[in-house]
């Protein structure tokens, strides 16, 4: 098998994982779930199961939309980052090549026909929170109201500001 069979069999193999996560639920049924088992048996013992993956027809269509020169693979990389946390264990099968290639947190992987691009054009005039000078140029009244919107709870934001959050029991203490 060579580099590219192997590549697009891991994509399979991806979708699949992909597959299996969103539909679960369905396959759940006592009556969807006999059904499988019962036509998986048939395809076995009549010898109708393909000795591989890669052997499908449906294997060799998902070749063709991979290698048509469009980003799809990159797409269902992209869908696994965005999913977040109930994906975590599906990261592992994307290729180290296309994580390495992460830049930034607020788009992890993005889209290779985005429209802008992440540089020092689309970050013009946005603040730099690593920056040494980013406190000293903001108000008061500035960082209230920043302090207003990421915690929009009055109650709880005058117990961060003054310190008096409730601290749970410590031993040691």
């Not at 696994?80 to 992890?108: F, M």
Request: proline share 8%.
């Amino acid at each position: 098998m060579n580099s590219n069979e192997l590549a697009d069999e891991s994509l399979l193999h991806l979708l699949s994982h992909i597959y299996v996560q969103r539909s679960h639920a369905l396959w759940k049924d006592p009556i969807r779930s006999s059904w499988f088992a019962e036509t998986v048996t048939e395809l076995v013992r009549t010898g109708q199961l393909p000795p591989k993956a890669i052997a499908t027809t449906g294997f060799t269509r998902l070749q063709g939309l991979v290698r048509c020169g469009g980003d799809f693979d990159i797409s269902i990389y992209r869908h696994v980052v965005v999913l977040g946390p109930t994906a975590q264990s599906l990261l592992q099968l994307i290729p180290v090549h296309v994580i390495n290639n992460n830049r930034l947190a607020c788009d992890p992987l993005p889209p290779q026909s985005s429209k802008s691009q992440y540089n020092e054009e689309f970050f013009r005039g946005a603040e730099d929170p690593s920056a040494s000078s980013f406190n000293r140029h903001r108000s008061a009244a500035q960082t209230q109201r920043l302090l207003e919107r990421l915690i929009p709870d009055p109650v709880f934001r005058r117990q961060l500001q003054v310190g008096r959050w409730p601290r749970q029991h410590d031993p040691r203490r």
